[in-house]
């Protein structure tokens, strides 16, 4: 019995994917840590960052509204003064 086309594709393909695995050079342990703690330690600086940004950015805006409420309790206040 013939198979069919498509069984023959699958089939090759597992077979060529475990093949490519075990030429894989594969890294020790003592790597895995070692970059592990790399990219734990930069997403940590990363994420302090951003957030003294954000959190310099949500101050700037907060200064920026009261100023403008200040003001605007100002002008009101200067209206009904005349």
């Given at each position: 019995m013939k198979k069919k086309f498509s069984e023959n594709i699958?089939?090759?393909f597992i077979r060529e994917a475990y093949g490519e695995?075990?030429?894989v050079v594969w890294p020790t342990?003592?790597?895995i840590i070692s970059k592990t703690i790399i990219v734990v330690v930069s997403m940590i600086i990363i994420a302090a960052v951003i957030g003294?940004?954000?959190y310099g950015l949500s101050q700037g805006v907060s200064v920026l509204i009261n100023l403008k409420n200040k003001y605007n309790k100002w002008i009101i206040k200067k209206?009904?003064?005349k």
């Open positions: 699958l089939f090759s695995l075990k030429r342990r003592k790597e003294a940004i954000d209206k009904t003064i």
